[in-house]
Protein backbone atom coordinates (compact mmCIF):
# COMPACT_ATOMS: atom_id res chain seq x y z
CA UNK A 1 0.00 0.00 0.00
CA UNK A 2 1.49 3.37 -1.17
CA UNK A 3 1.06 6.26 1.41
CA UNK A 4 -1.46 8.04 -0.94
CA UNK A 5 -3.51 5.38 0.04
CA UNK A 6 -2.42 4.91 3.74
CA UNK A 7 -2.96 9.00 3.87
CA UNK A 8 -6.62 7.92 4.03
CA UNK A 9 -6.60 6.77 7.63
CA UNK A 10 -2.98 8.25 8.37
CA UNK A 11 -3.44 12.44 7.89
CA UNK A 12 -0.47 13.39 9.21
CA UNK A 13 1.84 11.75 5.98
CA UNK A 14 2.16 14.44 3.09
CA UNK A 15 0.84 13.02 -0.04
CA UNK A 16 -0.27 13.61 -3.47
CA UNK A 17 -0.43 13.64 -7.07
CA UNK A 18 0.23 15.34 -10.64
CA UNK A 19 -0.76 13.89 -13.81
CA UNK A 20 -0.40 15.28 -17.68
CA UNK A 21 0.55 16.35 -19.95
CA UNK A 22 0.20 18.01 -20.85
CA UNK A 23 0.49 18.32 -23.39
CA UNK A 24 -1.83 18.57 -22.71
CA UNK A 25 0.89 17.61 -22.99
CA UNK A 26 2.27 15.51 -19.79
CA UNK A 27 0.71 14.13 -17.61
CA UNK A 28 -2.46 14.24 -16.88
CA UNK A 29 -5.96 16.87 -12.81
CA UNK A 30 -7.98 16.77 -9.71
CA UNK A 31 -10.35 20.85 -5.66
CA UNK A 32 -12.95 21.64 -3.43
CA UNK A 33 -15.68 21.04 -1.17
CA UNK A 34 -17.45 17.68 -0.19
CA UNK A 35 -20.34 18.59 -2.96
CA UNK A 36 -17.11 19.22 -6.05
CA UNK A 37 -15.81 15.58 -4.25
CA UNK A 38 -19.01 13.76 -5.05
CA UNK A 39 -19.70 15.49 -8.11
CA UNK A 40 -15.47 14.54 -9.42
CA UNK A 41 -16.54 11.15 -8.75
CA UNK A 42 -19.68 10.66 -11.20
CA UNK A 43 -17.60 12.11 -14.14
CA UNK A 44 -18.17 9.14 -16.56
CA UNK A 45 -14.32 7.94 -18.31
CA UNK A 46 -13.77 9.07 -21.96
CA UNK A 47 -13.73 6.41 -24.78
CA UNK A 48 -11.34 4.36 -23.96
CA UNK A 49 -8.38 4.00 -27.19
CA UNK A 50 -4.68 2.11 -27.47
CA UNK A 51 -3.82 5.05 -29.81
CA UNK A 52 -4.94 7.79 -32.19
CA UNK A 53 -5.24 7.99 -35.67
CA UNK A 54 -2.93 9.61 -37.54
CA UNK A 55 -2.53 13.25 -38.10
CA UNK A 56 -1.02 14.49 -41.73
CA UNK A 57 -1.16 17.77 -43.82
CA UNK A 58 -2.25 16.59 -47.63
CA UNK A 59 0.76 16.34 -49.44
CA UNK A 60 1.88 20.08 -51.17
CA UNK A 61 4.85 21.78 -52.50
CA UNK A 62 4.37 24.39 -49.70
CA UNK A 63 3.87 21.74 -46.67
CA UNK A 64 7.12 21.15 -44.79
CA UNK A 65 7.65 18.10 -42.21
CA UNK A 66 9.22 19.54 -38.71
CA UNK A 67 9.96 16.60 -35.96
CA UNK A 68 9.73 17.58 -32.43
CA UNK A 69 12.68 18.19 -30.45
CA UNK A 70 13.16 15.80 -27.27
CA UNK A 71 13.20 19.02 -25.05
CA UNK A 72 9.78 19.78 -25.10
CA UNK A 73 8.40 21.00 -21.49
CA UNK A 74 5.04 21.00 -19.79
CA UNK A 75 4.06 22.85 -16.70
CA UNK A 76 1.29 21.07 -14.32
CA UNK A 77 -0.81 23.51 -11.58
CA UNK A 78 -3.02 21.55 -9.42
CA UNK A 79 -4.01 23.91 -6.55
CA UNK A 80 -6.21 22.24 -3.87
CA UNK A 81 -7.11 23.28 -0.28
CA UNK A 82 -4.85 21.10 1.75
CA UNK A 83 -1.80 20.72 -1.00
CA UNK A 84 -0.81 23.15 -4.17
CA UNK A 85 1.21 20.88 -6.08
CA UNK A 86 3.13 21.64 -9.06
CA UNK A 87 5.11 18.96 -11.53
CA UNK A 88 6.86 19.45 -15.04
CA UNK A 89 7.83 17.02 -17.75
CA UNK A 90 10.73 17.12 -19.76
CA UNK A 91 10.72 15.02 -22.66
CA UNK A 92 8.51 15.31 -25.71
CA UNK A 93 8.17 14.01 -29.54
CA UNK A 94 5.53 14.05 -32.16
CA UNK A 95 5.96 15.98 -35.62
CA UNK A 96 4.11 18.89 -37.34
CA UNK A 97 3.22 18.91 -41.26
CA UNK A 98 3.40 22.49 -41.69
CA UNK A 99 1.45 24.46 -44.75
CA UNK A 100 3.07 27.39 -45.28
CA UNK A 101 0.10 28.43 -47.93
CA UNK A 102 -2.72 27.66 -45.44
CA UNK A 103 -1.93 27.07 -41.96
CA UNK A 104 -5.38 25.92 -41.14
CA UNK A 105 -4.41 23.16 -42.70
CA UNK A 106 -1.34 22.28 -40.46
CA UNK A 107 -1.22 18.83 -38.86
CA UNK A 108 0.80 16.63 -36.67
CA UNK A 109 0.97 15.33 -33.10
CA UNK A 110 2.55 15.92 -29.76
CA UNK A 111 3.66 13.22 -27.66
CA UNK A 112 4.30 13.70 -23.42
CA UNK A 113 6.72 11.37 -22.13
CA UNK A 114 5.16 11.01 -18.75
CA UNK A 115 7.54 8.94 -17.38
CA UNK A 116 9.53 12.47 -17.19
CA UNK A 117 7.22 13.59 -14.78
CA UNK A 118 8.36 15.06 -11.63
CA UNK A 119 6.88 17.36 -8.80
CA UNK A 120 8.12 19.97 -7.17
CA UNK A 121 5.29 20.83 -4.74
CA UNK A 122 8.01 20.91 -1.36
CA UNK A 123 11.40 22.07 -1.94
CA UNK A 124 12.24 18.67 -0.69
CA UNK A 125 13.90 15.99 -2.48
CA UNK A 126 12.72 13.40 -0.23
CA UNK A 127 8.96 14.92 -0.20
CA UNK A 128 8.93 15.42 -3.96
CA UNK A 129 10.68 11.90 -4.60
CA UNK A 130 7.73 10.33 -2.93
CA UNK A 131 5.47 12.18 -4.23
CA UNK A 132 6.65 11.78 -7.46
CA UNK A 133 6.65 7.86 -7.23
CA UNK A 134 2.98 8.05 -6.01
CA UNK A 135 1.93 10.21 -9.48
CA UNK A 136 3.75 7.67 -12.01
CA UNK A 137 1.58 5.61 -9.88
CA UNK A 138 -1.61 6.96 -10.43
CA UNK A 139 -0.72 7.04 -13.90
CA UNK A 140 0.30 3.16 -14.52
CA UNK A 141 3.56 4.66 -15.56
CA UNK A 142 5.83 3.88 -13.05
CA UNK A 143 6.59 0.85 -10.36
CA UNK A 144 5.24 1.71 -6.58
CA UNK A 145 7.11 1.82 -3.59
CA UNK A 146 7.05 -2.07 -2.99
CA UNK A 147 5.63 -3.38 -5.97
CA UNK A 148 5.83 -3.39 -9.67
CA UNK A 149 3.55 -2.94 -12.44
CA UNK A 150 3.46 -5.17 -15.76
CA UNK A 151 5.98 -3.70 -18.45
CA UNK A 152 3.36 -3.72 -20.83
CA UNK A 153 1.22 -1.75 -19.37
CA UNK A 154 3.74 1.00 -18.48
CA UNK A 155 4.53 1.17 -21.92
CA UNK A 156 0.92 1.49 -23.27
CA UNK A 157 0.46 4.49 -20.89
CA UNK A 158 3.87 6.09 -21.34
CA UNK A 159 2.66 8.98 -24.05
CA UNK A 160 -0.09 11.92 -23.82
CA UNK A 161 -0.89 12.65 -27.29
CA UNK A 162 -2.29 15.78 -28.86
CA UNK A 163 -3.37 15.00 -32.37
CA UNK A 164 -4.17 18.12 -34.49
CA UNK A 165 -7.80 18.01 -36.59
CA UNK A 166 -8.30 21.43 -37.44
CA UNK A 167 -7.32 24.60 -37.17
CA UNK A 168 -8.87 27.92 -36.91
CA UNK A 169 -8.96 31.29 -35.43
CA UNK A 170 -6.02 32.83 -37.68
CA UNK A 171 -5.52 36.13 -38.48
CA UNK A 172 -3.72 35.23 -41.53
CA UNK A 173 -3.98 31.70 -43.21
CA UNK A 174 -0.76 32.29 -45.44
CA UNK A 175 2.46 32.86 -43.84
CA UNK A 176 3.81 34.83 -46.29
CA UNK A 177 0.60 37.32 -45.36
CA UNK A 178 2.45 37.91 -41.52
CA UNK A 179 5.02 40.27 -40.69
CA UNK A 180 8.25 39.41 -39.75
CA UNK A 181 9.68 40.77 -36.81
CA UNK A 182 13.69 40.34 -36.47
CA UNK A 183 15.01 38.37 -33.65
CA UNK A 184 18.77 37.02 -32.98
CA UNK A 185 19.19 37.05 -36.82
CA UNK A 186 15.89 35.23 -37.20
CA UNK A 187 13.21 36.42 -39.27
CA UNK A 188 10.44 35.56 -36.92
CA UNK A 189 6.66 35.31 -37.85
CA UNK A 190 3.72 34.59 -34.74
CA UNK A 191 0.89 33.57 -34.80
CA UNK A 192 -2.37 32.91 -32.41
CA UNK A 193 -4.63 30.23 -33.21
CA UNK A 194 -6.79 27.28 -31.61
CA UNK A 195 -5.92 23.70 -32.52
CA UNK A 196 -9.01 21.13 -32.33
CA UNK A 197 -8.04 17.96 -31.75
CA UNK A 198 -8.12 14.74 -29.70
CA UNK A 199 -5.87 14.05 -26.23
CA UNK A 200 -5.08 10.52 -25.07
CA UNK A 201 -4.06 10.12 -21.50
CA UNK A 202 -3.99 6.99 -19.63
CA UNK A 203 -5.89 4.77 -22.68
CA UNK A 204 -8.64 7.21 -22.75
CA UNK A 205 -9.32 10.28 -25.31
CA UNK A 206 -11.35 13.55 -25.20
CA UNK A 207 -12.01 16.03 -27.89
CA UNK A 208 -9.63 19.35 -26.94
CA UNK A 209 -9.75 22.78 -28.09
CA UNK A 210 -6.49 24.24 -27.49
CA UNK A 211 -5.10 28.06 -27.98
CA UNK A 212 -1.86 28.40 -28.77
CA UNK A 213 1.04 31.12 -30.16
CA UNK A 214 3.14 29.75 -32.74
CA UNK A 215 6.76 31.66 -33.63
CA UNK A 216 7.87 30.42 -37.37
CA UNK A 217 11.28 31.37 -37.72
CA UNK A 218 13.33 31.74 -41.32
CA UNK A 219 16.73 32.77 -41.47
CA UNK A 220 16.82 36.75 -41.95
CA UNK A 221 15.68 37.59 -45.79
CA UNK A 222 14.61 34.32 -46.24
CA UNK A 223 11.28 34.16 -48.33
CA UNK A 224 8.11 32.68 -45.83
CA UNK A 225 7.79 29.83 -48.65
CA UNK A 226 11.01 28.12 -47.73
CA UNK A 227 11.33 25.60 -44.88
CA UNK A 228 11.72 27.04 -41.68
CA UNK A 229 14.82 26.79 -39.50
CA UNK A 230 12.09 25.91 -36.64
CA UNK A 231 8.71 25.78 -35.27
CA UNK A 232 7.86 26.77 -31.49
CA UNK A 233 4.32 26.46 -30.15
CA UNK A 234 3.56 27.33 -26.71
CA UNK A 235 -0.21 27.42 -25.26
CA UNK A 236 -1.82 30.93 -24.86
CA UNK A 237 -3.59 29.60 -22.02
CA UNK A 238 -3.54 26.52 -20.00
CA UNK A 239 -5.02 23.51 -20.53
CA UNK A 240 -7.75 22.02 -18.62
CA UNK A 241 -7.44 17.96 -18.23
CA UNK A 242 -9.58 16.17 -15.65
CA UNK A 243 -8.35 13.18 -14.28
CA UNK A 244 -12.13 11.50 -13.93
CA UNK A 245 -11.72 11.68 -17.73
CA UNK A 246 -8.74 9.41 -18.43
CA UNK A 247 -9.49 7.08 -15.00
CA UNK A 248 -6.41 8.26 -13.65
CA UNK A 249 -7.12 7.12 -9.92
CA UNK A 250 -5.78 6.81 -6.59
CA UNK A 251 -4.03 3.29 -7.02
CA UNK A 252 -2.18 0.81 -4.85
CA UNK A 253 1.71 -0.54 -5.56
CA UNK A 254 0.43 -2.81 -8.07
CA UNK A 255 -2.44 -0.52 -9.90
CA UNK A 256 -5.28 -1.77 -7.83
CA UNK A 257 -7.97 1.01 -7.42
CA UNK A 258 -7.56 2.42 -3.99
CA UNK A 259 -10.85 3.34 -2.78
CA UNK A 260 -10.15 4.22 0.49
CA UNK A 261 -8.05 7.09 -0.64
CA UNK A 262 -10.53 8.50 -2.48
CA UNK A 263 -11.03 11.39 0.28
CA UNK A 264 -8.11 12.70 -1.12
CA UNK A 265 -9.57 14.14 -4.18
CA UNK A 266 -10.58 17.48 -3.68
CA UNK A 267 -8.83 18.22 -0.53
CA UNK A 268 -4.99 17.14 -0.82
CA UNK A 269 -5.40 16.18 -4.33
CA UNK A 270 -7.02 18.71 -7.00
CA UNK A 271 -9.40 16.72 -9.56
CA UNK A 272 -8.00 18.92 -13.08
CA UNK A 273 -4.75 20.26 -13.84
CA UNK A 274 -4.23 23.03 -15.79
CA UNK A 275 -1.33 22.31 -18.29
CA UNK A 276 1.38 24.59 -20.30
CA UNK A 277 3.36 23.39 -22.63
CA UNK A 278 6.04 24.69 -24.42
CA UNK A 279 7.64 23.22 -27.70
CA UNK A 280 9.77 23.63 -30.47
CA UNK A 281 10.71 21.33 -34.03
CA UNK A 282 13.17 21.44 -36.22
CA UNK A 283 13.14 20.11 -40.10
CA UNK A 284 12.50 17.15 -40.19
CA UNK A 285 15.17 16.13 -43.00
Known sequence: MNSWTM?????ERHVGKAGVVALAFVAASLGGCDKDKKESREVVPAATATALAPSTAAPTSMVVKMKLQPAGTTRIDMPAPKEHIKAQ??????????????????????????TSLKTSTFADPKKDGDQTTHALTWLEVGDGEKGKLPDELKAANKFAVFAIRSIDGLAAKELAKVTPATDKGQDVRTVALVAHGELLIHGHKVNKD????VKISHAAGAAPTTKPTSVAIATKEPLKVVLAEHEVRPRDDVGKIAKAAFNLLGTKVADSASISMDFSAVPAD
Not at 95 to 110: F, I, K, N, Y
Not at 210 to 213: E, F, G, K, M, Q
Open 210 to 213: VPLV
Open 89 to 114: TTVAAGHLDVDLADLSQTRGEVKVDL
Open 7 to 11: AATKQ
